[in-house]
């Protein structure tokens, strides 16, 4: 199966940010917002440098590109089959191995904030919680709820209220509605860092797929799959999430990282081969995108039409692409 595949090896030695606002088709029109909430989020990431190690910089930065209705993620999320923004988010800290990670949240303004929290505080050591779980535990910890209403932009109001109509149309009787397979822009956000130390970490956060069953979740909040991070690799994917899962994107990655790829390298080859192994929805080979940092290089590939990237490094200052 032929892929149209993309990659760029980011360079900068040191530390580095190298951040991503989804794959996809990105619209034209929406460009400048894209371009905006990278340029808004590799700030943050290089103010948060001067206290933090990798894991608490790539924290800072996801939240940003939360708070930012540009993406999937956070406010502004794409809605489910209720019309509710239903988040997920997960992040990794590559020097213990700790992860924290929420699923299906529909009271979190910052889903990677307390995905953060979990890697340290869970009770127990619990890393992962799902709903009303995840967000019991925010409260527990003193972090701040919001209404469902609050994630809800116009845009992706208007978006649900096209989509539900047309379903509903085509499936009068049905009360599980199938999601769309064609996902235009569905901008998940994730960073991945290597800090003064060479520490790295990786987060990922996602409102999911558009008009997505109530419950579904993706790979985006699971380790290995949307996100990854150890002491020779920290990876964040994009894409199909069902694909990724099934083929662990983020871990296979570090894989080919651990056996002598290059992170340009090891990029293009799991994405060819979760193309080549696995179909979509829309019948064409599963495609996706990932940002890769390891000790010595980084990248970022995809075989969506496009990636909206963006990384800071001492050398190379704030520079985007979408
Ligand atoms: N991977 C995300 C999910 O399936 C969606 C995306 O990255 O666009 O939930």
Redesign the pocket.
């Known amino acids: 199966m032929a892929t149209s595949l993309q990659s760029e090896q980011i360079e900068g030695d040191g530390s580095l940010l190298l951040i991503h606002g ?3 088709d990105i619209p034209d029109a929406v460009m400048e917002t894209h371009r905006d909430g990278l340029q808004e989020a590799l700030d943050a990431g290089r103010a948060s440098w001067e206290q933090n190690s990798a894991l608490g910089i790539v924290t800072d930065t996801v939240a940003v590109l939360e708070a930012h209705t540009a993406f ?1 993620a956070g406010h502004g999320a794409m809605l489910n089959q209720d019309g509710t923004a239903e988040l ?1 988010a997960g992040v990794m800290d590559g020097e213990t191995l700790d992860y924290g990670a929420v699923m299906a949240t529909q009271r979190l303004a910052h889903p990677v904030r307390v995905a953060r929290r979990l890697l340290t505080e869970g009770e127990g050591r619990v890393r992962m919680l799902a709903g009303d779980g995840a967000e019991r535990f925010a409260e527990a910890q003193g972090m701040d709820l919001v209404s469902n209403a609050e994630l809800i932009c116009p845009r992706e109001q208007q978006r649900y209220d096209r989509v539900r109509a047309e379903a509903e149309a085509d499936h009068p009787s049905r009360s599980f509605l199938p999601g769309l397979s064609n ?1 235009g822009g ?3 956000v994730g960073a991945v860092a290597r800090d003064d130390s060479g520490r790295l970490a990786a987060a990922t956060s ?1 409102g ?2 558009p008009f997505k069953p109530p419950g579904r979740v ?3 909040p699971l380790p290995g799959a ?1 996100f990854y991070a150890d002491d020779r690799v920290a990876v964040s ?6 694909a ?1 899962a099934a083929v662990g994107l983020a871990r296979s990655v570090q894989e080919r990282v651990r056996t002598g790829a290059s992170a340009e390298a090891a990029a293009r080859r799991s994405l060819t081969r979760m193309h080549e192994q696995i179909a979509s929805p829309d019948g064409e080979g599963a495609t ?1 995108g990932c940002i890769v940092v390891t000790p010595s290089d980084a990248a970022v590939a995809f075989t969506t039409p496009r990636m909206a990237r963006g990384w800071y490094s001492a050398q190379t200052d704030v520079q985007w692409a979408v």
């Open positions: 989804g794959a996809w999937n997920d996902l569905a901008d998940t996602t999911g797929t993706g790979d985006s949307g994917a994009t894409g199909w999430g069902e990724i996706g």
